[in-house]
């Protein structure tokens, strides 16, 4: 798979050394088949692709957002996908969370939606399982030795 990448900060050099061929973002978008979204919410980041730039991509290409809702215009991007502009979408966050029961990506047989959930890798959950293991058990130290934490 060629790997495009795009970020605000990111170098040339940067995205060549983690595999990746920088592009703006709008060639990136004309380029691509499948769009996946990495971005932190900002002011600069909020309603990033819009309307213009979802015009940009092939209707065969897909667009997948696991970073922060109103990075996209939902408007536009229902648009998009009703008139098949796009192939598709994989939606985990959403301007709105939890997702109303009447939005319209609920309607698209071309959208996937997950409940905020989809980011994780399986070793990200065994990261987060430890982590909750090692918080319950130096909860269970303090109980059996409170003189040492109150020491310390």
């Keep these: ?11 040339a050099t940067a995205a060549a050394q983690a595999g ?7 060639d990136l978008l004309q380029l691509s088949d499948i769009v996946s979204i990495h ?3 900002s002011e600069d980041t909020r309603g990033l692709i819009g309307g213009k730039r979802l015009a940009l991509m092939k209707p065969t290409s ?6 922060r809702g109103p990075i996209v215009d939902e408007i536009a991007l229902c648009a998009a996908l009703e008139t098949r502009q796009l192939a598709g979408a994989g939606l985990d966050v959403f301007s709105e969370e ?4 009447e939005h ?3 309607k698209l047989e071309n959208v996937v939606l997950t409940p905020h959930l989809g980011w994780p890798t399986d070793e990200m959950y065994s990261q987060f399982a430890d982590a ?11 109980e059996k030795f409170p003189r040492f934490v109150a020491a310390h």
């Design 1 to 11: 798979m060629k790997v495009l990448a795009w970020g605000r900060r990111l170098t």
């Design 20 to 26: 990746a061929e920088y592009r703006d973002l709008d």
């Design 39 to 41: 971005a932190t919410l």
């Design 62 to 67: 897909y667009l997948v957002n696991t970073a």
């Design 98 to 101: 939890p997702l109303p029961r």
């Design 104 to 106: 319209p990506f609920r």
């Design 132 to 142: 909750a293991a090692d918080v319950l058990l130096a909860y269970a130290e303090v």
